[in-house]
């Protein structure tokens, strides 16, 4: 038969030589409740445990401030010390016409001014001295009539000695001298030019101005940078002025590749050859503004170009013997330009043809 197992000892009874970890004692301890209310025990622990959390917070709230004014102190502090004003002692230079110049004296003078400048009110409170009473005449002390009366010691005078500081001439400043601007180069000079005789031709209508001006932009750069843009504005303007036998000149010796609005000098040196009856010439160059480009353009300026060359090539045709051909272009010219400037000639002339 099995011996029965005596009853485990409770944790709050254990003895203290047996409760090692403290268990027991945290048991009998657990056991009995403090005297203060349960509400108050809540927040005296609550308030620990938020105390507990917050303590490096508020350690980091107060080291902050006070290492920031710290840093803030010292770097105002390296700022402002070399604006300090500085105290400098004044000195008086006294020399003295004294030709002794032993040490002895020296000692003796030095002493004198450090007594007389430490301590001037003892000075000044010390009494005078009450002159002696007169001795009776005797023989022994009478006065001798005809002995000379004795001559006080020359009296020793310091001369004090003024040092002025002379101020430091300052250096004359140099007067401000406008900085040098440089000329305006060649091309801008050009550009110049030519604008105003644009200006003056476009918009003032002064043919004669702007041909002064094109021929001024000539002589002074022959072989320019702009000598295209030049002879374009020099055929507009005696366009303007009524000289197109100068101007047919000019655009026969011009290459045209090489100006800024080719179609539109194709067709002008072919509406002034026509002019001049030299239709087969006027021929090729309306033939050439109207080559590769279809009819009608869509930019207003070119449809314009080529309502003129299709004008002027039916004439040319006509003029040479080439009816058929010359029909063929003023059909086109009525059916894209029904409205345009010469289609009621056109129209009379399509009648008339066979």
Do not use: C
């Not at 005596?6 to 005297?35: I, K, Y």
């Amino acid at each position: 038969m099995s011996k029965p197992i005596p009853n485990p000892t409770r944790l709050s009874r254990l003895p203290a030589s047996e409760d090692s970890l403290g268990v027991g004692r945290l048991f009998r301890n657990g056991r009995v409740l403090p005297d203060e209310d349960l509400p108050r025990l809540r927040w005296r622990l609550r308030t620990s445990q938020q105390l507990r959390a917050i303590r490096p917070r508020l350690f980091l709230k107060v080291a902050i401030p006070v290492g920031v004014a710290f840093l803030m102190g010292g770097m105002v502090g390296a700022g402002v010390w070399p604006f300090w004003p500085k105290k400098e002692s004044k000195e008086s230079v006294v020399v003295s016409s004294d030709p002794d110049t032993t040490p002895n004296t020296k000692k003796r003078r030095a002493r004198t001014v450090a007594t007389a400048t430490t301590l001037p009110a003892q000075t000044e409170s010390i009494p005078e001295a009450t002159p002696p009473a007169p001795e009776p005449a005797t023989p022994e002390n009478r006065p001798i009539a005809d002995a000379p009366n004795p001559v006080p010691p020359p009296v020793k005078r310091r001369a004090a000695v003024h040092v002025e500081i002379q101020p430091v001439p300052t250096p004359p400043t140099a007067p401000n001298v406008a900085p040098e601007v440089a000329p305006p180069s060649a091309i801008a000079v050009e550009q110049a030019l030519l604008g105003e005789a644009l200006r003056n031709l476009r918009e003032g209508h002064d043919a004669r101005t702007a041909l002064a001006l094109i021929a001024e932009h000539g002589e002074r750069f022959p072989q320019g940078a702009l000598h295209a843009e030049e002879t374009m504005l020099r055929i507009e303007a005696l366009l303007a002025l009524g000289r197109g036998d100068e101007a047919l000149t000019i655009l026969d010796q011009a290459p045209l590749a090489s100006l800024p609005n080719r179609d539109e000098q194709l067709v002008v040196r072919g509406e002034l050859r026509a002019a001049h009856g030299h239709w087969r010439e006027a021929k090729e160059d309306f033939d050439e503004a109207l080559r590769e480009r279809s009819v009608p353009a869509a930019h207003a300026k070119l449809r314009s170009l080529q309502e003129r060359a299709l004008w002027g090539r039916a004439s040319a045709r006509s003029r040479l013997g080439e009816p058929t051909f010359a029909r063929a272009d003023l059909e086109l010219y009525l059916r894209h330009f029904p409205e345009g400037r010469f289609a009621g000639a056109a129209a009379s002339l399509v009648k008339d043809m066979p």
